[in-house]
């Protein structure tokens, strides 16, 4: 036989919330793949920066941002150079 829950006080909350929960894991998920991928940190390898950047100081670049504004910091990979 087949139970049902429609009269049982509190069901539909529970399976929004459940629902709602898996929704956020996943949607969570992306989000911090998308920063892994997108927002690298690296670490200020020299003392070229200072007083804005610490030597070893960890910095975040965003690698989507559609341009560079005055006093904007650019990550350059040197190796691509030659």
């Known amino acids: 036989m087949r139970?049902?829950?429609a009269g049982v006080p509190g069901h539909r909350l529970g399976v929004v919330s459940v629902v709602l929960l898996v929704l956020g894991g996943v949607l969570g998920?992306?989000?911090?793949?998308?920063?892994?991928?997108?927002?690298?940190?690296?670490?200020?390898?020299s003392a070229h920066m200072i007083p804005s950047y610490q030597v070893g100081e960890p910095v975040v670049f965003n690698l989507l941002a559609p341009g560079v504004g005055r006093g904007g910091v650019v990550l350059v990979d040197g190796t691509a150079w030659g």
């Open 3 to 5: 139970e049902q829950h």
């Open 29 to 45: 998920g992306v989000g911090g793949l998308g920063g892994y991928f997108f927002m690298p940190t690296r670490v200020m390898p």
